[in-house]
């Protein structure tokens, strides 16, 4: 009898779950257009691997990679080739492969040897491209951000959603944001200066 019980408070606490997500809104973690393909053929010859590198000198950006497994696109980073971010300088992959000071320098020796492609690859699938205006972006991620920090000259926002993943494993840490499809948490940041997109990460969290 207690058993029975067992089952049927999990199948409706189940049910629950299930059609809480199917009436909450949800977002799709943004990515750039980039086949698995050019991934495999461009993987980055450095100790650390599991990036890759691309550059375009007209726009005078580099889009870098951070792969997981079965190309799982871990982190993505954009940015202008003069406007690096601190956070993408002190990231743990690149902080403990280049024990420098001089992280700037050997940054530029790295955005030196990317594989140039086509300016259309700088584009993400939501239609986000640095030199968008801040308004733009806030048009595009209406909700609160999570994080807001001044840096200098840098204005830093982060978003953060849970992923409808989790959810189904822990219903309990939802929050008012909508959930990420296909997704165990999705993270958007975005660099302004002057009120002008100069720089982002996508994060698309790993179990």
């Not at 219903?171 to 982002?200: C, M, R």
Request: proline share 5%.
């Amino acid at each position: 009898m207690v058993k029975k019980l067992h089952l049927t408070l999990l199948f409706f606490t189940l049910t629950i779950c299930c059609f809480a997500q199917d009436t909450k809104p949800s977002i799709t973690p943004d990515d750039f257009p980039i086949t698995n393909n050019l991934l495999t053929q461009h993987k980055d010859p450095y100790p650390e691997g599991d990036h890759v590198w691309f550059t375009n000198t007209e726009l005078k950006q580099t889009l870098v990679f951070e792969l997981g497994t079965d190309y799982h696109r871990y982190k993505t980073y954009l940015f202008y080739n003069n406007i690096i971010p601190e956070d993408l300088l002190n990231d743990d992959w690149f902080s403990s492969a280049q024990n420098t000071s001089n992280k700037v320098e050997v940054f530029k020796t790295y955005i030196k040897n990317a594989t140039p492609i086509n300016k259309n690859y700088f584009t993400s699938l939501q239609g986000i491209e640095l030199g968008q205006t801040k308004k733009q972006i806030l048009t595009l991620y209406p909700y609160s951000a999570d994080e807001v920090t001044v840096t200098e000259d840098l204005e830093k926002y982060t978003w953060n959603f849970i992923g409808n993943i989790i959810v189904d494993l822990q219903p309990e840490i939802q929050n008012d944001k909508p959930l990420a499809k296909s997704s165990f948490g999705y993270h958007f940041t975005t660099y302004f200066k002057n009120d002008i997109l100069v720089g982002l990460i996508l994060v698309n969290d790993i179990p």
